[in-house]
């Protein structure tokens, strides 16, 4: 039966304890509000820290200097030599198609290795009268006649003919032969007034272009090792080594047919390399 007005209410009192536990205390906001406020704080110092070093200049090296490696700043090798864009023009002549007069400087050096390497790894390095003009471009004198004989025996009727060529070192009708190297970077590994070694990371291009061609262009990655002396005005190979690698894992790239690589080994001409 419902109460009218007239009718008395019946009130229970519960007990204080009891109370609080169905109460919501206002103290009980003020853990978060404590959280929130240290968050605030150390979000400040955070970002204050990072304002304050953003202006400081890297340790790993000078502004300005140009010189950079490829990888990250962490991967940086002490003393190596990057391969970015130096600002120095290149040279401007050449001796029997090789750039010569280089600076006499480690960026100078740098750049008659990467240039040296792209000749050594050239067609003309497989004909016995192109080969011997070549070499006594880039070598210095005192070395010259046995660098050749070394170089003779390296491309010996056996290297020639396994590469489908003729004892000249010419190519089979209708077909193109290819060989070319290109210097991917440069480093420094021994540098002296006087002499200097250079390491050159290349890839090259090697094969025969063309229709029935049983040696298909294929690419082939090395480091070649230079060492120069400084005579007559300009970097002179004394001696050089090759050593496999470092290679990266092939892209996933439909090869080009053997026109397209005939097409391109003669439409595309090399480059003269400097730092």
Request: glycine share 12%.
């Amino acid at each position: 039966m419902p109460l009218s007005d007239d009718q008395p209410h019946t009130r229970t009192r519960l007990p204080v304890a009891e109370q609080s536990s169905y109460q919501v205390s206002g103290r009980q906001s003020r853990p978060l509000r404590t959280l929130l406020a240290v968050l605030v704080v150390v979000t400040l110092l955070v970002l204050a820290i990072s304002i304050a070093n953003r202006g400081k200049p890297d340790p790993g090296g000078s502004a300005g200097s140009g010189e950079r490696t490829g990888g990250s700043a962490g991967d940086a090798v002490p003393g190596a030599a990057g391969t970015a864009a130096s600002g120095q023009q290149p040279v401007a002549t050449s001796a029997n198609g090789v750039a010569n007069g280089f600076p006499h400087t480690d960026q100078g050096a740098q750049s008659a290795a990467a240039n040296y390497a792209a000749a050594l790894g050239s067609a003309e390095m497989f004909g016995a009268d192109t080969r011997h003009t070549l070499v006594a471009a880039v070598t210095d004198p005192t070395v010259t006649a046995q660098l050749q004989e070394r170089l003779d025996r390296a491309f010996g009727p056996e290297t020639v003919a396994g590469f489908g060529l003729d004892a000249q070192g010419k190519a089979p009708k209708g077909q193109t032969f290819v060989s070319r190297s290109v210097p991917v970077g440069t480093r420094t590994t021994n540098f002296a007034d006087t002499a200097t070694r250079v390491d050159v990371w290349c890839t090259g291009l090697y094969g025969l272009a063309g229709e029935g061609s049983t040696k298909p262009v294929s690419q082939d990655w090395y480091t070649l090792t230079v060492t120069m002396r400084w005579n007559g005005g300009d970097w002179k190979v004394t001696d050089f080594s090759r050593a496999a690698g470092p290679a990266p894992v092939p892209g996933d790239q439909q090869a080009a047919t053997a026109e397209d690589i005939t097409n391109a080994v003669r439409q595309f001409g090399g480059f003269r390399y400097a730092r």
